[in-house]
């Protein structure tokens, strides 16, 4: 059974990071792209980021350009989000999600990330 | 900056029809956004519904399809039942690896 279990969510001041990481198991973990999806209750699901099966391509909604960064380790499974430069507008909860066949098939349960001072 | 489109919200009888759809704030939709559908009732994530305009995911039932309507995605449930009570939000591919969530649409089946 394919499994997402996302972590590393929590309270942080604006301008702080974390790292939010997801573990993968049930599938061949380095044979799909992976995503990061967010929902707040205003604006609804909003599309993060993407890596490439082997981390070579990552791309990134403009909103976290510069401030964000997917990254993976295919030998743990784990697909990562570091996030520095935090904004209250980063306030969310995040989802990583499997894409496969042009749709993101599988999701996790989410991890909430809660920017305030 | 695009802005894809949804009705923010949508009612309609048990076992009546409903189409809902998906539009850019320029310009057309077409088969090369992969337009997808996702199910979302409170508390949990996301679920397929269609992907790549028309295709079913695994275990959806067949009262839920896609097409493209016009300039815009659509969403059809036809057979509308009350758990299909649910948010819906679709999502296009804009090139580049970017892809674009609607606002989404709350359907309410009454």
């Known amino acids: ?117 | 900056q695009t802005v894809v489109t949804q009705e923010p919200s949508f009612s309609v009888s048990p076992g009546g029809t409903v189409t809902l759809t998906c539009g850019l704030s320029s310009g057309s939709v077409s088969a090369s956004n992969f337009p997808g559908w996702y199910q979302q009732t409170p508390g949990q994530a996301p679920r397929t519904l269609i992907y790549s305009t028309s295709l079913r995911s695994s275990g959806v039932p067949d009262r839920f399809s896609g097409s493209i309507l016009g300039n815009k995605a659509a969403l059809t449930i036809t057979g509308a039942q009350a758990d299909d009570e649910s948010d819906y939000y679709c999502v296009l591919y804009m090139g580049s690896g970017i892809w674009v969530f609607g606002g989404g649409t709350k359907l309410t089946v009454l």
């Not at chain 1, 380095?30 to 967010?38: D, E, G, L, N, Q």
């Open chain 1, 1 to 117: 059974e394919v499994q997402l279990v996302e972590s590393g969510g929590g309270l942080v001041q604006p301008g702080g990071s974390l790292r939010l990481s997801c573990a993968a198991s049930g599938f061949t973990f380095s044979s799909y792209w992976m995503i990061w999806v967010r929902q707040t209750p205003g604006r609804g699901l909003e599309w993060v980021a993407s890596i490439k099966k082997d981390g070579s391509d990552k791309y990134y909604v403009d909103s976290v350009k510069g401030r964000f960064t997917i990254s993976r380790d295919n030998a743990k499974n784990s697909l990562y989000l570091q996030m520095n430069s935090l904004r209250a507008e980063d306030t969310a909860l995040y989802y990583c999600a499997r894409w496969w066949e042009a749709h993101f098939d599988h999701w996790g349960q989410g991890t909430l990330v809660t920017v305030s001072s």
